[in-house]
T-cell receptor
Framework: DADVTQTPRNRITKTGKRIMLECSQTKGHDRMYWYRQDPGLGLQLIYYSFDVKDINKGEISDGYSVSRQAQAKFSLSLESAIPNQTALYFC???????????????????FGPGTRLTVL | AQRVTQPEKLLSVFKGAPVELKCNYSYSGSPELFWYVQYSRQRLQLLLRHISRESIKGFTADLNKGETSFHLKKPFAQEEDSAMYYCALSGSGGSNYKLTFGKGTLLTVNP
């Protein structure tokens, strides 16, 4: 089955370390997203990419960077991790509306299983 | 700017009771509204979307443009409905296609 996968699933690191979270998808979708989930704050968009050459900041991009290496891969980096970046991180994908993978006005996002990151 | 408000962080009901999870939104154009659900230890998944006007697992949601609401309802809650529910909004055109999520409501259905 087409899927969205994330590695690692769990990571514990120390303040100041550089961390990369990876997301891969076999859904053939053009659009990919990174979110963080914190209790009581819901899901907040960090970065999103509508195709390989398109990268956009979301609501909370400070302290994060991304790389879209291919249509199927979208990585999130924390250049110098800090404790308040401890959270659950989700990658998601969606088809471009109007393409074969998506209806004309329909934007369902498919989520990965999440990466639990702890920064000590 | 687009915004989604879920006023209840927690909602607890008994099995068989009706349940309504509230969602209000702010968007100047024509929005698309969704409900996503996250069961314990599972990934977030789409529950239903207003454009389809469907009922999934007994849940329905009607878009009320006058009240800018998209409340999720189920007449008889089941224990397996216990989960975190997120209301989400997508605008139309260009970068507005990205989703904006509410903060979520944790539903607990007690036996």
């Amino acid at each position: 089955d087409a899927d969205v996968t994330q590695t690692p699933r769990n990571r514990i690191t120390k303040t100041g370390k550089r961390i990369m979270l990876e997301c891969s998808q076999t859904k053939g979708h053009d659009r990919m997203y990174w979110y963080r989930q914190d209790p009581g704050l819901g899901l907040q968009l960090i970065y999103y990419s509508f195709d390989v050459k398109d990268i956009n900041k979301g609501e909370i991009s400070d302290g994060y960077s991304v790389s879209r290496q291919a249509q199927a891969k979208f990585s999130l980096s924390l250049e110098s991790a800090i404790p308040n970046q401890t959270a659950l991180y989700f990658c998601a994908t969606s088809a471009t509306p109007g393409t074969s993978g998506g209806l004309s006005s329909y934007n369902e996002q498919f989520f990965g299983p999440g990466t639990r990151l702890t920064v000590l | 700017a687009q915004r989604v408000t879920q006023p209840e962080k927690l909602l607890s009901v008994f099995k068989g009771a009706p349940v309504e999870l509230k969602c209000n939104y702010s968007y100047s154009g024509s929005p698309e509204l969704f409900w996503y659900v996250q069961y314990s230890r599972q990934r977030l998944q789409l529950l239903l979307r207003h454009i389809s006007r469907e009922s999934i697992k007994g849940f329905t949601a009607d878009l009320n443009k006058g009240e800018t609401s998209f409340h999720l309802k189920k007449p008889f809650a089941q224990e397996e409905d216990s989960a975190m529910y997120y209301c989400a909004l997508s605008g139309s055109g260009g970068s507005n296609y990205k989703l904006t999520f509410g903060k979520g409501t944790l539903l607990t259905v007690n036996p």
